[in-house]
Protein backbone atom coordinates (compact mmCIF):
# COMPACT_ATOMS: atom_id res chain seq x y z
CA UNK A 1 0.00 0.00 0.00
CA UNK A 2 1.08 3.32 -0.91
CA UNK A 3 0.01 6.04 1.85
CA UNK A 4 -1.58 9.25 0.72
CA UNK A 5 -4.29 9.96 3.29
CA UNK A 6 -3.14 9.68 7.04
CA UNK A 7 -6.42 10.04 9.58
CA UNK A 8 -5.64 10.99 13.24
CA UNK A 9 -8.33 10.63 16.01
CA UNK A 10 -7.54 12.71 19.43
CA UNK A 11 -6.21 16.15 19.00
CA UNK A 12 -4.31 16.52 22.35
CA UNK A 13 -0.62 16.29 23.19
CA UNK A 14 0.26 13.33 21.05
CA UNK A 15 -2.72 13.59 18.39
CA UNK A 16 -1.95 17.04 17.72
CA UNK A 17 1.91 16.34 17.65
CA UNK A 18 1.27 13.22 15.07
CA UNK A 19 -0.63 15.54 12.59
CA UNK A 20 2.12 17.93 13.06
CA UNK A 21 4.61 14.57 11.88
CA UNK A 22 2.98 13.49 9.12
CA UNK A 23 2.23 16.92 7.90
CA UNK A 24 5.57 18.23 7.56
CA UNK A 25 6.10 14.74 5.37
CA UNK A 26 3.66 15.81 3.09
CA UNK A 27 0.94 13.84 3.63
CA UNK A 28 -2.64 15.03 3.35
CA UNK A 29 -3.83 14.58 7.28
CA UNK A 30 -7.50 14.54 8.27
CA UNK A 31 -7.46 15.64 12.33
CA UNK A 32 -11.07 14.58 14.20
CA UNK A 33 -11.73 15.15 17.93
CA UNK A 34 -14.99 14.80 19.73
CA UNK A 35 -16.08 17.69 19.53
CA UNK A 36 -16.16 21.38 18.26
CA UNK A 37 -13.58 22.34 21.21
CA UNK A 38 -11.54 19.48 21.33
CA UNK A 39 -10.84 20.59 17.69
CA UNK A 40 -10.09 24.05 17.92
CA UNK A 41 -7.73 23.25 21.16
CA UNK A 42 -6.18 20.51 18.57
CA UNK A 43 -5.52 23.40 15.44
CA UNK A 44 -4.55 25.59 17.83
CA UNK A 45 -2.08 23.06 19.82
CA UNK A 46 -0.87 22.35 15.50
CA UNK A 47 -0.67 26.07 15.19
CA UNK A 48 1.52 26.76 18.46
CA UNK A 49 3.65 23.78 17.44
CA UNK A 50 4.82 25.02 14.48
CA UNK A 51 5.00 29.00 15.47
CA UNK A 52 7.50 27.65 17.97
CA UNK A 53 9.60 26.13 14.99
CA UNK A 54 9.32 29.22 12.74
CA UNK A 55 10.62 31.66 15.97
CA UNK A 56 13.11 29.04 16.67
CA UNK A 57 13.84 29.38 12.73
CA UNK A 58 13.70 25.51 12.17
CA UNK A 59 10.49 26.37 9.79
CA UNK A 60 10.00 29.21 7.48
CA UNK A 61 6.44 30.95 7.69
CA UNK A 62 5.90 29.76 4.08
CA UNK A 63 6.97 26.08 5.30
CA UNK A 64 4.46 26.43 7.96
CA UNK A 65 1.45 27.52 5.76
CA UNK A 66 1.77 24.84 3.44
CA UNK A 67 2.08 22.09 6.01
CA UNK A 68 -1.11 23.60 7.99
CA UNK A 69 -3.11 23.45 4.23
CA UNK A 70 -2.35 19.79 3.99
CA UNK A 71 -4.60 19.18 6.95
CA UNK A 72 -8.17 19.68 7.70
CA UNK A 73 -9.58 19.47 10.91
CA UNK A 74 -13.25 17.97 11.91
CA UNK A 75 -15.87 16.17 14.29
CA UNK A 76 -17.05 14.14 11.89
CA UNK A 77 -15.49 10.11 11.90
CA UNK A 78 -16.85 10.13 8.08
CA UNK A 79 -14.29 12.63 7.13
CA UNK A 80 -11.72 9.39 7.69
CA UNK A 81 -13.62 7.47 5.16
CA UNK A 82 -10.82 7.50 2.48
CA UNK A 83 -8.32 7.54 5.11
CA UNK A 84 -5.33 4.82 4.20
CA UNK A 85 -4.18 5.17 7.97
CA UNK A 86 -5.83 6.04 11.06
CA UNK A 87 -4.14 6.46 14.34
CA UNK A 88 -5.79 6.76 17.16
CA UNK A 89 -4.68 9.08 19.42
CA UNK A 90 -7.90 9.33 22.33
CA UNK A 91 -7.68 8.73 26.24
CA UNK A 92 -5.99 5.67 27.22
CA UNK A 93 -9.67 4.12 28.49
CA UNK A 94 -10.07 0.47 26.52
CA UNK A 95 -13.86 1.46 26.82
CA UNK A 96 -13.39 4.64 24.97
CA UNK A 97 -10.74 3.17 22.43
CA UNK A 98 -12.94 0.25 21.77
CA UNK A 99 -15.90 2.50 20.99
CA UNK A 100 -13.74 4.40 18.46
CA UNK A 101 -12.32 1.45 16.47
CA UNK A 102 -15.85 0.36 16.28
CA UNK A 103 -16.90 3.69 14.90
CA UNK A 104 -13.41 3.91 12.75
CA UNK A 105 -14.14 0.40 11.20
CA UNK A 106 -17.54 1.65 9.72
CA UNK A 107 -16.21 4.43 7.77
CA UNK A 108 -12.91 3.89 6.99
CA UNK A 109 -12.49 2.01 3.88
CA UNK A 110 -11.85 -1.97 3.79
CA UNK A 111 -8.06 -1.47 2.33
CA UNK A 112 -7.66 1.28 5.58
CA UNK A 113 -5.19 0.18 8.15
CA UNK A 114 -6.41 1.29 12.06
CA UNK A 115 -3.50 1.98 14.64
CA UNK A 116 -3.77 3.07 18.34
CA UNK A 117 -1.18 5.37 20.11
CA UNK A 118 -1.87 3.46 23.50
CA UNK A 119 0.71 3.31 25.41
CA UNK A 120 -0.08 -0.04 27.34
CA UNK A 121 -3.42 -1.01 26.76
CA UNK A 122 -4.38 -4.70 24.69
CA UNK A 123 -4.10 -3.81 21.01
CA UNK A 124 -5.20 -7.24 20.69
CA UNK A 125 -8.29 -6.28 22.76
CA UNK A 126 -9.02 -2.95 20.68
CA UNK A 127 -8.36 -4.81 17.27
CA UNK A 128 -11.45 -7.73 18.31
CA UNK A 129 -13.84 -4.70 18.39
CA UNK A 130 -13.46 -4.22 14.43
CA UNK A 131 -13.87 -6.24 11.88
CA UNK A 132 -10.45 -6.21 10.36
CA UNK A 133 -8.20 -7.30 13.26
CA UNK A 134 -5.43 -8.48 10.70
CA UNK A 135 -5.05 -4.55 9.45
CA UNK A 136 -5.18 -3.28 13.45
CA UNK A 137 -1.67 -2.75 15.01
CA UNK A 138 0.14 -0.51 17.33
CA UNK A 139 1.91 2.36 16.31
CA UNK A 140 3.15 4.25 19.57
CA UNK A 141 5.26 7.96 19.29
CA UNK A 142 6.80 9.52 21.91
CA UNK A 143 6.20 12.54 23.33
CA UNK A 144 6.73 15.56 21.22
CA UNK A 145 6.20 13.22 18.21
CA UNK A 146 7.67 15.83 15.61
CA UNK A 147 10.69 15.64 18.05
CA UNK A 148 11.35 11.99 20.04
CA UNK A 149 13.02 9.97 17.09
CA UNK A 150 11.27 6.55 18.27
CA UNK A 151 7.95 4.54 17.40
CA UNK A 152 7.48 1.13 18.92
CA UNK A 153 5.27 -0.75 16.22
CA UNK A 154 2.78 -3.41 18.10
CA UNK A 155 2.06 -6.71 16.64
CA UNK A 156 -0.98 -8.71 17.64
CA UNK A 157 -1.72 -12.52 17.01
CA UNK A 158 -3.98 -11.69 14.30
CA UNK A 159 -1.85 -8.73 12.70
CA UNK A 160 -0.72 -9.35 8.96
CA UNK A 161 2.79 -9.54 9.10
CA UNK A 162 2.84 -7.40 5.10
CA UNK A 163 0.69 -4.58 7.19
CA UNK A 164 3.16 -4.43 10.01
CA UNK A 165 5.78 -4.50 7.26
CA UNK A 166 3.91 -1.23 5.86
CA UNK A 167 3.54 0.57 9.26
CA UNK A 168 7.14 -0.26 9.85
CA UNK A 169 8.11 1.35 6.44
CA UNK A 170 6.26 4.08 6.87
CA UNK A 171 7.71 4.91 10.18
CA UNK A 172 10.98 4.53 9.01
CA UNK A 173 10.08 6.87 6.07
CA UNK A 174 9.32 9.33 8.96
CA UNK A 175 12.77 9.26 10.28
CA UNK A 176 12.00 7.04 13.22
CA UNK A 177 14.09 4.24 14.59
CA UNK A 178 11.33 1.62 15.22
CA UNK A 179 11.32 -1.56 17.56
CA UNK A 180 8.79 -3.85 16.96
CA UNK A 181 6.94 -5.47 19.79
CA UNK A 182 4.22 -8.36 20.17
CA UNK A 183 1.00 -7.05 22.50
CA UNK A 184 2.38 -6.99 26.42
CA UNK A 185 1.70 -4.26 28.55
CA UNK A 186 3.59 -1.22 28.68
CA UNK A 187 5.51 -2.45 25.89
CA UNK A 188 8.78 -1.56 26.36
CA UNK A 189 9.60 1.54 27.26
CA UNK A 190 6.83 2.60 29.19
CA UNK A 191 6.98 -0.51 31.18
CA UNK A 192 10.28 0.66 32.30
CA UNK A 193 9.56 4.66 32.42
CA UNK A 194 6.17 4.55 34.06
CA UNK A 195 7.75 2.12 36.83
CA UNK A 196 10.73 4.93 37.22
CA UNK A 197 8.24 7.46 37.60
CA UNK A 198 6.28 5.66 39.98
CA UNK A 199 8.99 5.00 41.83
CA UNK A 200 9.82 8.91 42.36
CA UNK A 201 6.07 9.48 43.46
CA UNK A 202 6.20 7.03 45.88
CA UNK A 203 10.07 8.34 47.41
CA UNK A 204 7.86 12.03 47.39
CA UNK A 205 4.89 9.97 48.88
CA UNK A 206 6.61 8.32 51.93
CA UNK A 207 8.40 12.13 52.73
CA UNK A 208 12.02 10.70 51.14
CA UNK A 209 12.32 13.90 49.20
CA UNK A 210 10.62 17.23 47.60
CA UNK A 211 9.57 17.03 44.30
CA UNK A 212 12.40 19.73 43.84
CA UNK A 213 14.88 17.00 45.19
CA UNK A 214 13.75 14.26 43.11
CA UNK A 215 14.04 15.93 39.69
CA UNK A 216 17.39 17.59 40.89
CA UNK A 217 18.25 14.56 41.51
CA UNK A 218 17.73 13.05 37.95
CA UNK A 219 18.74 16.11 36.27
CA UNK A 220 21.75 17.06 38.07
CA UNK A 221 23.09 12.89 38.52
CA UNK A 222 22.10 11.70 35.32
CA UNK A 223 21.43 14.55 32.97
CA UNK A 224 18.29 13.75 32.31
CA UNK A 225 16.66 16.44 30.20
CA UNK A 226 13.97 16.70 33.10
CA UNK A 227 13.36 15.25 36.22
CA UNK A 228 10.41 12.94 36.81
CA UNK A 229 7.99 15.40 38.47
CA UNK A 230 8.18 17.67 35.44
CA UNK A 231 7.94 14.66 32.69
CA UNK A 232 5.02 13.61 34.83
CA UNK A 233 3.72 16.89 34.12
CA UNK A 234 4.40 16.87 30.75
CA UNK A 235 2.82 13.54 29.41
CA UNK A 236 0.15 14.06 31.45
CA UNK A 237 -0.41 12.63 35.25
CA UNK A 238 -4.09 11.03 34.37
CA UNK A 239 -2.44 9.00 31.41
CA UNK A 240 -0.01 7.97 33.62
CA UNK A 241 -2.09 6.76 36.52
CA UNK A 242 -3.69 4.92 33.67
CA UNK A 243 -0.86 3.38 32.15
CA UNK A 244 -0.09 2.43 35.59
CA UNK A 245 -2.90 0.71 36.62
CA UNK A 246 -3.04 -1.18 33.07
CA UNK A 247 0.77 -2.81 34.23
CA UNK A 248 -0.16 -3.10 37.39
CA UNK A 249 -3.23 -5.07 36.14
CA UNK A 250 -0.73 -7.58 34.81
CA UNK A 251 2.33 -8.13 37.28
CA UNK A 252 0.53 -7.43 40.18
CA UNK A 253 3.53 -5.77 41.59
CA UNK A 254 2.92 -3.17 44.60
CA UNK A 255 5.61 -1.16 42.84
CA UNK A 256 3.58 -0.45 39.50
CA UNK A 257 0.38 -0.09 41.81
CA UNK A 258 0.17 3.98 41.18
CA UNK A 259 1.65 5.67 43.85
CA UNK A 260 -1.28 7.75 45.83
CA UNK A 261 0.13 11.28 45.11
CA UNK A 262 -0.39 10.76 41.35
CA UNK A 263 -4.06 9.43 41.60
CA UNK A 264 -4.29 12.27 44.49
CA UNK A 265 -3.20 15.26 41.72
CA UNK A 266 -5.52 13.43 39.12
CA UNK A 267 -8.80 13.92 41.20
CA UNK A 268 -7.86 17.03 42.38
CA UNK A 269 -8.19 18.09 38.46
CA UNK A 270 -4.41 18.43 38.59
CA UNK A 271 -3.37 16.53 35.20
CA UNK A 272 -0.04 18.44 34.37
CA UNK A 273 0.79 20.97 31.90
CA UNK A 274 -2.33 19.93 29.98
CA UNK A 275 -4.89 21.37 32.39
CA UNK A 276 -2.33 24.38 34.01
CA UNK A 277 -0.89 22.53 37.07
CA UNK A 278 0.31 19.32 38.30
CA UNK A 279 3.19 18.58 40.95
CA UNK A 280 3.80 22.95 39.00
CA UNK A 281 1.74 25.14 38.74
CA UNK A 282 2.03 26.31 34.96
CA UNK A 283 0.74 29.43 34.92
CA UNK A 284 3.48 31.37 35.69
CA UNK A 285 6.64 30.43 33.55
CA UNK A 286 8.14 27.49 34.24
CA UNK A 287 11.05 27.27 36.98
CA UNK A 288 13.81 24.54 36.94
CA UNK A 289 13.90 23.17 39.84
CA UNK A 290 17.04 23.48 42.20
CA UNK A 291 18.28 21.85 45.45
CA UNK A 292 21.12 22.08 47.29
CA UNK A 293 21.06 19.40 49.84
CA UNK A 294 23.68 16.94 47.56
CA UNK A 295 23.49 14.19 50.20
CA UNK A 296 19.19 13.48 49.52
CA UNK A 297 19.82 14.00 46.10
CA UNK A 298 22.45 11.37 46.08
CA UNK A 299 19.97 9.01 47.66
CA UNK A 300 17.57 9.49 45.78
CA UNK A 301 19.67 9.16 42.22
CA UNK A 302 21.06 6.08 43.70
CA UNK A 303 17.44 4.27 44.00
CA UNK A 304 15.23 5.62 41.07
CA UNK A 305 18.97 5.13 39.13
CA UNK A 306 19.62 1.26 40.47
CA UNK A 307 16.08 0.30 40.10
CA UNK A 308 15.32 1.48 36.37
CA UNK A 309 18.39 -0.43 35.52
CA UNK A 310 17.60 -3.67 37.21
CA UNK A 311 14.45 -3.96 35.68
CA UNK A 312 16.26 -3.26 32.51
CA UNK A 313 18.60 -5.93 33.02
CA UNK A 314 15.97 -8.15 33.89
CA UNK A 315 13.93 -7.38 30.92
CA UNK A 316 16.36 -8.20 28.74
CA UNK A 317 17.48 -11.12 30.15
CA UNK A 318 13.78 -12.80 30.28
CA UNK A 319 13.77 -12.23 26.24
CA UNK A 320 11.29 -10.02 26.86
CA UNK A 321 13.46 -7.06 24.44
CA UNK A 322 16.49 -6.58 23.24
CA UNK A 323 19.40 -4.68 24.83
CA UNK A 324 19.36 -2.62 21.68
CA UNK A 325 16.01 -1.62 21.71
CA UNK A 326 16.21 -1.06 25.18
CA UNK A 327 18.64 1.39 24.70
CA UNK A 328 17.01 3.22 21.58
CA UNK A 329 13.94 3.47 23.31
CA UNK A 330 15.11 5.12 26.32
CA UNK A 331 17.64 7.41 24.69
CA UNK A 332 15.17 8.23 21.15
CA UNK A 333 11.90 7.93 22.90
CA UNK A 334 12.62 9.37 26.03
CA UNK A 335 15.39 11.95 25.45
CA UNK A 336 18.30 10.31 27.92
CA UNK A 337 21.49 11.22 27.44
CA UNK A 338 22.46 7.72 27.31
CA UNK A 339 20.74 4.03 27.00
CA UNK A 340 20.38 1.98 30.10
CA UNK A 341 22.88 -0.48 28.89
CA UNK A 342 25.51 1.88 28.64
CA UNK A 343 25.46 3.12 31.87
CA UNK A 344 25.38 -0.64 32.85
CA UNK A 345 28.56 -1.37 31.28
CA UNK A 346 29.98 2.04 32.64
CA UNK A 347 29.20 0.88 36.33
CA UNK A 348 29.90 -2.78 35.84
CA UNK A 349 26.75 -5.37 35.98
CA UNK A 350 27.92 -6.38 39.39
CA UNK A 351 28.29 -3.34 41.08
CA UNK A 352 24.54 -2.72 40.05
CA UNK A 353 23.34 -6.04 40.85
CA UNK A 354 25.32 -5.71 44.36
CA UNK A 355 23.55 -2.11 44.93
CA UNK A 356 19.84 -3.25 43.53
CA UNK A 357 20.56 -5.96 46.30
CA UNK A 358 21.50 -2.96 48.62
CA UNK A 359 18.24 -1.25 48.13
CA UNK A 360 15.97 -4.20 48.73
CA UNK A 361 17.47 -4.58 51.84
CA UNK A 362 17.25 -1.33 53.24
CA UNK A 363 13.67 -0.27 51.71
CA UNK A 364 11.99 -3.51 52.67
CA UNK A 365 10.84 -4.24 48.90
CA UNK A 366 11.60 -7.71 47.43
CA UNK A 367 10.64 -6.67 44.18
CA UNK A 368 14.17 -4.43 44.02
CA UNK A 369 15.94 -7.66 44.31
CA UNK A 370 18.57 -8.65 41.26
CA UNK A 371 17.25 -11.07 39.45
CA UNK A 372 18.50 -14.62 39.82
CA UNK A 373 20.27 -15.95 36.80
N1 LIG B 1 1.06 12.05 26.67
C1 LIG B 1 2.09 11.31 26.29
O1 LIG B 1 3.27 11.60 26.61
C2 LIG B 1 1.85 10.08 25.48
C3 LIG B 1 2.95 9.49 24.79
C4 LIG B 1 2.73 8.38 23.97
C5 LIG B 1 1.45 7.86 23.87
N2 LIG B 1 0.41 8.44 24.55
C6 LIG B 1 -0.93 7.85 24.36
O2 LIG B 1 -1.61 8.65 23.40
C7 LIG B 1 -3.03 8.65 23.69
C8 LIG B 1 -3.49 10.08 23.85
O3 LIG B 1 -2.78 10.69 24.92
P1 LIG B 1 -2.64 12.28 25.04
O4 LIG B 1 -1.60 12.51 26.06
O5 LIG B 1 -2.53 12.88 23.70
O6 LIG B 1 -4.08 12.62 25.68
P2 LIG B 1 -4.83 14.01 25.74
O7 LIG B 1 -5.72 13.95 26.93
O8 LIG B 1 -3.85 15.14 25.62
O9 LIG B 1 -5.71 14.03 24.39
C9 LIG B 1 -6.78 13.16 24.13
C10 LIG B 1 -7.54 13.66 22.92
O10 LIG B 1 -8.59 12.74 22.60
C11 LIG B 1 -9.79 13.48 22.37
N3 LIG B 1 -10.95 12.61 22.59
C12 LIG B 1 -11.57 12.29 23.75
N4 LIG B 1 -12.61 11.49 23.50
C13 LIG B 1 -12.66 11.30 22.16
C14 LIG B 1 -13.55 10.60 21.29
N5 LIG B 1 -14.57 9.89 21.76
N6 LIG B 1 -13.32 10.64 19.97
C15 LIG B 1 -12.27 11.35 19.46
N7 LIG B 1 -11.42 12.04 20.25
C16 LIG B 1 -11.60 12.02 21.57
C17 LIG B 1 -9.66 14.67 23.32
O11 LIG B 1 -10.51 15.74 22.95
C18 LIG B 1 -8.20 15.03 23.12
O12 LIG B 1 -8.06 15.77 21.93
C19 LIG B 1 -3.19 7.78 24.95
O13 LIG B 1 -3.50 6.48 24.55
C20 LIG B 1 -1.81 7.84 25.58
O14 LIG B 1 -1.55 6.73 26.39
C21 LIG B 1 0.57 9.54 25.34
Do not use: W
Given at each position: ?????????GLGIMGA????????????????A???PA??AG??N???????????????????????????????????????????AAPEI??L??????????????????????SS??????????????????????NP?????????????????????????????????????????????????L??LN??V??L??????K??????????????M?PCELLDLIGIDTCVEILK????????????PAVGMVELVAAGHKGRKSGAGFYDYS??A???????????????????????????????????????????????????????????????????????????????????????
Amino acid sequence: MSFKQIGVVGLGIMGAGIVEVFARAGYAVTGVAESGPAVTAGQSNLAKSLGRAVTKEKLTQDESDEITARVIFGEDFSLLANCDLVIEAAPEILSLKTQIFRQLDAVVKPAGILATNTSSLSVTDIAHATNRPAQVVGMHFFNPAPVQKFVEVISTAKSDPKVVAQIAELGTSLGKHLAQISDQPGFIVNKLLLRYLNHAVQILDSGQGTKEQIDAAMRELSNYPMGPCELLDLIGIDTCVEILKTIHADTGLEIDKPAVGMVELVAAGHKGRKSGAGFYDYSQSAQIPTDSNESVKKQIHNDLLIAYLGDCIAMEATGYAAKSDIDSGMRLGCGLPQGPFEVIDSMGIESVRAAQAELAQRSGVTDYQPLAF
